[in-house]
């Protein structure tokens, strides 16, 4: 009788351990979901949107050539000359504030100044919008220092297909202006644009790469934090 007991007592015990187990394992995913959730969405300090000013103006200053690449006739030239300041940077600001719609923010800072210059450059809002919503779509927040170099890469190159549209669509012209427009996109030349397109696409992901691991360095040396 008193090993039946002994056994009784002994799958009792067993049993509440396994519960027990069950159960904290079970609130340990809820916390980490929590705070997953809370990882993804957080909100802004002051401090977050005064650093992202301030690279804006590193973006702004670095990108002092844009006046001499406005009037230049080639596809994506622009693009093309402003490609590593216009990802090095914002990619350094998003490991800086890793919270989703850091990039959209630095886009509104900047197109206040290039719309004067170049109106439809005002696109970069609608391309950050795109470039953030791919990257919390596929990294689910800016935990990864590679989803900063993923929406730093895309960024600027979303605006290649918004510019072929505005130009061919929006810009109503004739006569040899509407020819100067023409050579200005690339005269339907296909191989040029998808060249200047991928060439884009490269130097804004060296650019991307290049912050990443100046941001790295940075927080190693405790001026990132």
């Known amino acids: 009788m008193n090993e039946e007991k002994e056994k009784e007592q002994a799958a009792a015990i ?3 351990i396994a519960n027990s187990n069950e159960s904290g394992q079970k609130t340990d995913e809820k916390l980490e979901t929590a705070k997953d959730t809370k990882g993804i969405f957080q909100k802004y300090k002051i401090k977050d949107i ?3 000013a301030i690279i804006t103006c590193c973006t702004l200053v670095t990108g002092a050539i844009m006046p001499l690449l406005v009037n230049v006739p080639l596809f994506g030239i622009i693009q093309l000359g402003l490609g590593l300041q216009f990802s090095l940077f914002p990619v350094i600001g998003m490991m800086k504030v890793k ?3 850091a990039l959209l923010l ?3 800072f900047i197109s206040v100044f290039l719309v004067f210059m170049f109106p439809p450059m005002v696109l970069l809002i609608a391309c950050a919008l795109v470039a953030e919503l791919l990257t919390l779509l596929i990294f689910r927040g800016y935990r990864s220092d590679w989803a900063c170099v993923f929406a730093g890469t895309l960024y600027l ?3 290649l297909p918004l510019l072929y549209m505005y130009y061919n669509v929006f810009y109503t012209v004739s006569g040899e202006e509407k020819a100067a427009v023409s050579m200005f996109i690339g005269g339907g ?3 040029l644009i998808v060249g ?3 060439a884009v696409l490269a130097v804004c ?3 991307s790469v290049i912050g990443m691991v100046i941001a790295r360095e940075l927080k190693k040396a405790g001026k990132l934090k």
């Open 106 to 108: 630095q886009s509104m």
């Open 189 to 191: 030349n296909t191989g």
């Open 14 to 16: 067993a049993e509440l």
């Open 205 to 207: 992901f060296i650019g």
């Open 99 to 101: 919270k989703p719609f």
């Open 50 to 52: 005064v650093f992202l």
């Open 157 to 159: 190159p979303l605006t």
């Open 196 to 198: 200047i397109s991928f």
